[in-house]
């Protein structure tokens, strides 16, 4: 059970001493912890929440390089993101994929279409060529190319490409925690950093179990704050004076049943002058977002937030029914932790971009990770290992790889495998994609433990909870590996369940209760009551 994994990752945070105590599990952490361990550094990694829980749960699910970023003149920003994206795209195959993004010009808007096209073909040669090549659409081809959009305002349009991931944001971040964790990090989640000193050299950080409530202490040489939107509080906990600090943007998506058949991401500029998505999401559609300034990262969904996308969308699409309140499946909420320095006064937070900087206390061995994107995250997690050699740390291992996919040939092997269970014929008709494709993307090689699972049980190839497309021997494998620690860090980052099931539905599930006594053991029943009242 997850619980083991956990409960033993707690009992050796409290006894040995790290090299590194990373706090915080979001994107810039989890790469931190795998690019480090993979190099054999001691690591310790915890989060207050689950792992990903924050603003990494919260994405559009794009993985791009930043064409919005040409309006305000950073060029070497966009080729840089340009560049990583390419790699994200090359290393993740089956995760991190091209799509088009079919984009419409109203009448009237601030820049002339023919200067926003010439923008994409600009953005395309600055990524290298890496995907296809854009196209100029007039008012009548995008019409034929979506009958959903609505041409009576536009001016006419274009098609470009990016990239999205093809499952949920939180599993990509969890695969770098997970991959950490093979290469002998030590990570719990629900872990929270209440203190942290730092007194002869050394730091020790005094955290509390969130779940049992007990506190210990964890010692370490290097402390790495990568709370995300939190940076700030924990730096101010810690007695760290930066250089730099965050402005937060919310953006708000919502998910409803899918509105738009087309495997592109409908693109449009909102009545606030922002970009604004319709973005497939399987079964379902996800619809936004919001750009709105807050002064704190702890936001939440409100009725004018609501009403903003769903009166964009409405007017933007050709729907046969407007969208109401009543079609929303679930929504996600989260901020954009935006880098300004230290010292500016009034930063103008719509013009900021996601860049990060990753700041470094020499005499305190202290490092602050501030800002970044999904899509930069690799290169986060290589200087993440540069500056951690600065501050004299020496590495036992050299060369490993820490992020991509297995080779080629070893998901070949894996297909014919599957083809030969015949595991295919086993594929939900309302499924996306083949059920080998959604194995090997989700879990790589460890998807061959599935396998054997169905060779000697068939049933382990039965989709456990009604809506879902989840097999029990996901589940089982979940349990062992993933550190679920509530029903929630399954069904909503572990997977995607509750983003497109409604919260009825998953409760009424005739296979919820078995999936909790797989994840949780005795402890099944009470875990599922907890999900039920806290979902309310």
């Known amino acids: 059970m997850s619980l083991n994994l956990r409960n033993s990752n707690i009992s ?45 749960s919260q994405s559009s699910n794009l993985a791009w390089g930043g064409i919005k970023y040409l309006e305000s003149g950073e060029l070497g920003l966009v080729a840089g993101l340009c560049k990583s994206r390419n790699h994200l ?26 200067f926003l096209y010439l923008g994409t073909l600009l953005y395309w040669a600055m990524g290298r060529f890496a995907t296809r090549a854009p196209l100029y659409l007039s008012r009548r081809a995008l019409e034929r190319r979506d009958k959903r959009i609505s041409i009576e305002t536009a001016q006419g349009g274009f098609e470009y490409s990016d990239c999205y991931l093809h499952d949920n944001d939180t599993r990509f971040v969890f695969s770098f925690v997970r991959t950490a964790m093979d290469y002998g990090a030590v990570a719990a989640n629900y872990v929270s950093a209440t203190a942290a000193n730092f007194q002869g050299g050394r730091w020790q950080i005094t955290v509390r179990d969130e779940i049992d409530g007990r506190a210990f202490d964890i010692g370490c040489d290097i402390l790495i704050n990568a709370c995300g939107p939190e940076v700030d509080f924990f730096n101010a906990h810690a007695g760290q004076e930066t250089r730099h600090r965050h402005v937060f943007s919310k953006g708000v998506h919502l998910i409803v049943d899918r509105i738009v ?13 922002r970009m604004f998505f319709v973005i497939p999401m399987g079964p379902k559609t996800c619809i936004g977002t919001t750009d709105t300034e807050v002064s704190d990262p702890n936001v939440a969904v409100t009725d004018e937030d609501r009403e903003f996308i769903l009166n964009n969308a409405n007017e933007m699409l050709s729907l046969a029914q407007p969208l109401t309140v009543a079609d929303i499946i679930a929504e996600r909420c989260g901020v ?26 020499d005499t305190s061995k202290h490092i602050s990770i501030f800002g970044g994107k999904l899509t930069d995250c690799l290169n986060v997690g290589e200087e993440i290992v540069s500056r951690v050699s600065e501050l004299g740390l020496s590495f036992r291992v050299s060369g490993q790889r820490w992020y991509g996919e297995p080779e080629r040939r070893i998901k070949e092997q894996f297909l014919v495998q599957a083809r030969l269970l015949e595991l295919d014929e086993m594929t939900d008709p309302r499924s996306c994609e083949p059920l080998t494709e959604r194995l090997w993307r989700r879990y790589g090689a460890n998807a061959f433990e599935m396998l054997e699972s169905v060779r000697e049980d068939p049933t382990n190839a039965d989709r456990l909870i009604e809506h879902a497309e989840y097999l029990r021997c996901e589940i089982e494998q979940a349990g062992r590996r993933e550190m679920i620690t509530k029903l929630d860090d399954f069904l909503r980052r572990r997977s995607k369940i509750s983003l497109v099931v409604r919260r009825d539905d998953i409760i009424d599930a005739p296979g919820l209760r078995e999936a909790c006594q797989i994840l949780f053991g005795a402890d099944g029943d009470a875990k599922l009551q907890e999900y039920v009242e806290n979902s309310a």
């Open 89 to 114: 795209m090359k290393s993740f195959p089956s995760t991190v994929k091209e799509i088009r993004f079919l984009t419409t010009v109203q009448r009237g808007f601030r820049m002339p279409i023919l």
């Open 336 to 361: 954009r932790p935006l880098v300004v320095s230290g010292h500016s006064v009034g930063a103008n937070w719509v013009e900021l971009s996601r860049k990060h900087e990753i700041e470094v206390h």
């Open 261 to 273: 058949d087309s495997a592109r991401i409908l693109t449009f500029f909102a009545s606030d002058g």
């Open 12 to 56: 050796k945070l409290a006894d040995r001493h790290f090299e590194v105590c990373i706090v915080g599990g979001g994107i810039n952490g989890a790469v931190a912890a795998a690019a480090l361990a993979a190099r054999g550094v001691r690591v310790a990694l915890i989060d207050k929440g689950d792992f990903g829980g924050g603003s990494s």
